[in-house]
């Protein structure tokens, strides 16, 4: 089946990931926009938490795992998320739904693995309305509007040193565009009349540029439970960004002038993080594993997207998280072979606003559903994830959202002669 769908999957997947707008958030206009979770969702069910490998799924976040593939698999997420943002001054609600990754990993040899695939790797999108006073009295009227993304096309390698160490090594290209845009107008010139001219200025930011990842896992047995951990690496590397940047003049609908005002490139900086990972367990019963990442974001100060109230520091992302499976090989009962999922991260993101960090928390909670023949392991996944990020103080936002995500992991058996087909 896998085989028939694989291809027309892909080129669907792949053309609606390059075309959507998969955020709301009003944070998302600084850096690159909002980094997503750039894993799979099974994971992600278990807050983020990577160090788990198996033969069956591909873990997107530990190329080190791609060795132990046994079957085909191809990987589909999608997540539908509602938005409700709370200022001192009210709340507006928001919903958005993307795709989150298309994956293929091939089993190429024993112990050898590749995968590679295309996400979105970071995302733009926000409407914010806004009103003030000059000095001179006149109240003017903002509109702030943005939306486009990162994407990345990657491809990676594990291989199985031994039965308890592997390492694995994968590269991306990133490439995209977001548009940031801003609508100014006075509506009152200080005796009550408006004057008809909109100013708006245009920004579009194109980025290229390649990432790397290196990972090495261990997998072994200690006190009769099965212990694995992982480290993972991504080098600091620079991707070219190009601004160009328009003033226009509006009345009504029509043009009236328009200049460039920066048309310019620059090197932005894609900076390294460190993660790592521990966890324990039983096989084919349950598994619980930490993660712990660091990412220099205080490199990210060179981006375009940035303010006089902006800053930002290096960010640490903690994240717990496990799965438990009551019985995998039950002839009797569906719900015991299925995989319950569930796990807590919480987050420093880096981004500084009027000297307040914006953290970001959330919990998960997920199942697996096995669908299809047992021999081909094909399951599908559903999570749910409630979060909030920023804060209220200082003028901010307060940024609550709860996610729908759904995964498939589709299983079969490439490039190993059948005695019986």
């Known amino acids: 089946m896998i085989k028939k769908i694989f291809f027309s999957l892909s080129l669907l997947c792949g053309t609606a990931a390059l075309a959507q707008q998969g955020n709301a958030s009003p944070y998302s206009y600084y850096g690159v926009g909002n980094i997503n979770y750039n894993g799979t969702n099974e994971y992600k069910a278990m807050g983020g938490t990577n160090v788990y490998a198996d033969s069956i799924h591909i873990n997107l976040k530990n190329p080190a795992s791609f060795g132990k593939l046994k079957l085909t698999t191809f990987s589909l997420g999608a997540t539908g998320t509602s938005y409700n943002f709370k200022t001192d001054a009210g709340s507006e609600n928001a919903n958005r739904q993307t795709i989150d990754y298309v994956a293929v990993g091939l089993p190429i ?9 295309l996400l979105p790797y970071s995302n733009v999108g926000y409407k914010i309305n806004g009103e003030r006073t000059n000095p001179q009295g006149q109240k003017i009227n903002s509109r702030y509007e943005g939306d486009g993304g990162v994407n990345r096309v990657f491809l990676g390698t594990g291989y199985e040193i031994n039965k308890n160490f592997a390492v694995g090594v994968d590269a991306g290209y990133h490439f995209g565009h977001t548009n940031n845009d801003l609508y100014e107008n006075i509506t009152d010139i200080g005796d009550g009349t408006s004057l008809q001219n909109i100013t708006r200025e245009l920004r579009r930011l194109d980025y290229k540029g390649f990432s790397f990842n290196f990972s090495a ?44 005002v920066i048309d310019d490139s620059r090197k932005i900086t894609n900076p390294q993080a460190l993660s790592m990972g521990l966890g324990f367990g039983k096989e084919f019963k349950w598994f619980i594993g930490g993660q712990y990442t660091f990412t220099q974001t205080s490199k990210l100060t060179d981006s375009w ?117």
């Open 109 to 117: 040899a024993k112990k050898f693995g590749v995968v590679f695939g």
């Open 217 to 260: 896992q261990y997998t072994g047995k200690f006190k009769g439970y099965d212990w694995q951990a992982n480290v993972t690496y991504s080098p600091e590397t620079k991707w070219t960004n190009d601004n160009l940047t328009k003033l226009q003049v509006l009345k009504g609908n029509q043009i009236a002038d328009q200049k460039t």
């Open 305 to 421: 997207n940035k303010t006089n109230i902006s800053n930002f520091e290096n960010s640490n992302r903690f994240s717990l998280g496990g799965f438990y499976i009551p019985k995998y090989n039950s002839f009797s009962s569906y719900l015991d072979r299925v995989v319950y999922r569930a796990g807590f991260r919480y987050e420093n993101t880096g981004l500084i606003l009027h000297d307040k960090a914006i953290n970001d928390m959330a919990v998960n909670l997920g199942v697996g559903l096995p669908i299809g023949e047992r021999r081909k392991f094909t399951n599908l996944n559903i999570g749910f994830e409630y979060g909030s990020r920023g804060t209220k103080n200082n003028g901010l936002v307060k940024e609550n959202y709860f996610s729908v995500y759904v995964g498939f992991s589709l299983n079969d058996l490439w490039f190993q002669k059948r005695r019986f087909d």
